[in-house]
């Protein structure tokens, strides 16, 4: 259930353009914690999709955490 929520609710964030080019707002392929921040609900999860679990969401990491 849990794994379909975080689907969802990552599918939504990121269905509108290229929202990925928009959170990265210094341009270097990745999505850090400070810059999630601006969306509510990619705060709430970003730990859950942070596979790696460096602090950073990549394009990958997205589209692994996604594609179920």
């Known amino acids: 259930m849990l794994s379909t929520l975080l689907m969802l609710t990552a599918a939504s964030v990121f269905a509108a353009g290229d929202a990925f080019s928009m959170l990265d707002s210094n341009s270097d392929g990745l999505i850090s ?6 969306d509510d ?5 970003f730990a859950d999709l942070d596979i790696n679990q460096d602090g950073y969401l990549s394009k990958l990491e997205l589209e692994v955490r996604t594609e179920n």
């Open 33 to 38: 914690q400070d810059e999630a921040k601006v």
């Open 41 to 45: 609900t990619l705060t709430a999860i």
